[in-house]
Structure formats: C-alpha cells, structure tokens
C-alpha cells in the first residue's frame, strides 16, 4: 500500500521559512509524482507545486513561484516543500499526495489517489 505521511508545519512570522516533509512508502514503480496541495479555511484546495520522483521535474503554482522549491530524496523516501518568504496568505493545512504517471505541468487536472494526513502552517504578519 502507498501511504504518505506529511510533517513540518508550524507558526512563523511573515518573511520566515519552514520545510515540509512528505515521508511515503509503497511506491513499486519509478513514475510516482508527489504533490502538495492547501487548503485555508473557508476556501478550495489549491494545488502548489509537485515533482516527478523518477528525474526530478517540477511544477509550481503562480502563487509560490519563486518562493517555495520541491526536492526529493529517494534514499530517504521523502519529498520536501521548502517554503521562503512566507505570506499570512500561505496558510493553510498542507497535504502531500501521490499519483503515478502524470504530467507535473497539468497536476492541477488530475485526483491524486493517495493522501497523507495534512499539517497546518501559520504566517502571523
């Protein structure tokens, strides 16, 4: 079985920075895409940036360009969302989710199948 487990949230002032961890487990093929998705209170889950484990592509949302940056590191099973510059208006629970085979520029048109449980960031201004 896939399974995901996200970590990392926390409280941190505007301007700060924090890393989000996605640990996962189960993926029997190299064509996974680990995403991460948002959702604030009140408002519709907003895709913001995934990577293809197999070579290392990304995608971001307009909203975190240049901002927040996907890596992975197979050897640990574990995808980091590292988060700069944060804005009160990036908080939000965070999920990380896995699909396989799809094409990281369209993340938003696809379900992902599996789901971690989410962790909350804060940006006090």
């Known amino acids: 079985d896939v399974q995901l487990q996200a970590s990392g949230g926390g409280l941190v002032q505007a301007g700060g920075s924090l890393r989000l961890s996605c640990t996962f487990s189960?993926?029997?093929?190299?064509?996974?895409?680990v995403g991460w998705f948002r959702q604030a209170p009140g408002k519709e889950r907003e895709g913001v940036s995934c990577?293809?484990?197999?070579?290392?592509?990304?995608y971001y949302a307009n909203s975190v360009k240049g901002r927040f940056t996907s890596s992975s590191d197979y050897a640990k099973n574990t995808v980091y969302l590292q988060m700069n510059n944060l804005k009160p208006e990036d908080t939000a629970v965070y999920y990380c989710a896995a699909e396989r085979a799809i094409d990281v520029q369209y993340m938003d048109l696809y379900n992902f199948d599996y789901w971690g449980q989410g962790t909350l960031v804060t940006v006090s201004s």
């Open positions: 189960g993926f029997t093929h190299n064509d996974y895409v």
């Open positions: 990577i293809k484990i197999s070579d290392g592509s990304t």
